[in-house]
């Protein structure tokens, strides 16, 4: 799944920058350069809950996924 295709998953520019604090253009602009890694970060949960788990949290950030949400790393450990 493209950045594109996750911003119209996740509603759009307008209710993404609604979200995010910040303006519709600067969502648009991601199209076209990628959604940066901090808001990335911000909108994963949202996006492995809308994807259905096709994209997870875990894939996006292979490295760090444990140290950001560290419930993740802890599930089946139980």
């Known amino acids: 799944m493209n950045d594109s295709q996750i911003i119209d998953m996740l509603g ?4 993404i920058a609604k979200r ?13 350069n990628g959604i940066p ?6 909108l994963a949960a949202m996006i492995e809950e809308q ?7 875990k ?3 292979p490295a ?3 140290w950001i ?3 993740i790393s802890l599930k089946g450990t139980k």
Do not use: H, Q
């Not at 995010?20 to 076209?32: E, G, T």
């Not at 890694?37 to 911000?42: A, I, T």
């Open 12 to 15: 759009g520019p307008t209710a």
């Open 20 to 32: 995010l604090n910040i303006s519709p253009p600067a969502v648009c602009v991601w199209r076209k």
């Open 37 to 42: 890694e901090d808001k990335r970060v911000y």
């Open 51 to 57: 994807s259905k788990g096709l994209v997870t949290r």
């Open 59 to 61: 894939a996006m950030f």
């Open 64 to 66: 760090m996924y444990a």
């Open 69 to 71: 949400w560290p419930e």
